[in-house]
């Protein structure tokens, strides 16, 4: 049971808000109005859950996992965070006896511990900050991101489709066997690998958790919308960006980090594909999106030396275009229910 000193700062206020009890003779309206001043004072904002509890939310500080005072700053916390404990991933963090394979379970929410801190950042991105305003209160009641805040959002954002960030090391591949009969009680990841670990399929789903914030419908429209009103990101600036950092990204080396590129590309093709297609996009966030492929595959058409990778994706964005009905690309690999509310 949760002491008083123990609740968050803006439950006390609500407490003394719902059953403070005033002098005989005070107004009543008056002392609770200085309760609701109190807290605009001291920044304690409400925001209901409908602002915050869904892909696409473009509230700046309505975070449903909202660590830290900044939540675009707090993502790039949880991302440090992530990589510390990847390279300290090993089988101490099961009990001796336990089968290796029970560690697929623990990986799974650390390899994505950026997971929701990424939900609330991407916020920002096309996003607002606004409030409960009323008559007379004294608060702004809407104002547009600022748009260095939005690209360093975005940025922040981008980061989890490098590469590097979608590395498995090979000492984290080799210890994770096929599950163990009759444990399989835990969160795997989705694969196409049979009972194998698919670490090809750990990185889908970890990228197509980050592309669809950037592609949201309702994100995109308001990159639309907001975008021509003042110096903020628009959605061909996001695109852009999105297209620079997987299609435009340096070829890797290593042939297992290829494979990740090609699989953050297709994730990305894709998934532009889908939402151009979907009744949910405007007709100006489909233009877009149209145009971008378009441009994409006239680029790979180009190249002398295009891959196998890379001219099926043009051949299907083509047949996309010419036939958008029976072309669609299949989902990508999703990534299993756990949201921590």
């Not at 994770?176 to 889908?204: K, M, N, V, W």
């Not at 994100?219 to 999105?242: N, Q, T």
Request: aromatic share 8%; proline share 6%.
């Amino acid at each position: 049971m949760l002491t008083y000193k123990e609740l968050a700062e803006y439950d006390k206020l609500a407490i003394r808000y719902a059953y403070e009890q005033f002098p005989p003779g005070a107004d009543e309206a008056e002392e609770l109005g200085k309760i609701v001043q109190e807290s605009l004072d001291r920044g304690l904002l409400f925001m209901a859950h409908n602002n915050n509890n869904f892909v696409g939310a473009g509230h700046q500080f309505a975070g449903v996992w909202d660590n830290g005072s900044n939540l675009v700053d707090h993502l790039k916390h949880e991302i440090e965070v992530r990589r510390i404990g990847l390279e300290n991933f090993g089988p101490a963090l099961i009990r001796n006896g336990e089968p290796l394979s029970t560690l697929e379970y623990v990986l799974l929410p650390l390899y994505m511990h950026h997971r929701f801190q990424l939900n609330s950042a991407a916020q920002s991105i096309g996003g607002a900050d606004y409030k409960y305003t009323v008559r007379g209160d004294g608060q702004t009641p809407f104002a547009i991101i600022d748009g260095e805040e939005q690209r360093d959002a975005l940025e922040a954002v981008l980061s989890t489709l490098s590469v590097d960030f979608l590395t498995l090391p090979r000492n984290i591949l080799d210890l994770i066997p096929p599950p163990a009969y009759r444990y399989t009680q835990g969160e795997p990841f989705l694969g196409r690998t049979g009972l194998l670990f698919d670490t090809l399929g750990a990185a889908e789903g970890s990228a197509s958790l980050s592309v669809k914030q950037l592609l949201h419908p309702a994100r995109m429209a308001r990159l639309v919308a907001y975008g021509s009103l003042g110096d903020y990101p628009d959605l061909e600036e996001v695109i852009d960006r999105l297209l620079e950092v997987t299609w435009d990204a340096d070829s890797p080396d290593d042939d297992y980090k290829m494979q990740l590129l090609h699989v953050v590309q297709r994730v990305t093709v894709d998934e532009m594909m889908v939402q151009a297609s979907s009744a949910d996009s405007s007709g100006a966030v489909k233009a877009v999106l149209y145009d971008r492929l378009d441009k994409l595959a006239n680029q790979i058409e180009r190249r002398r030396n295009a891959s196998a990778h890379q001219t099926a994706a043009a051949a299907d964005v083509r047949r996309w275009q010419h036939r958008p009905e029976n072309s669609v690309p299949a989902p990508a690999l999703r990534l299993p229910p756990g949201d921590p509310i």
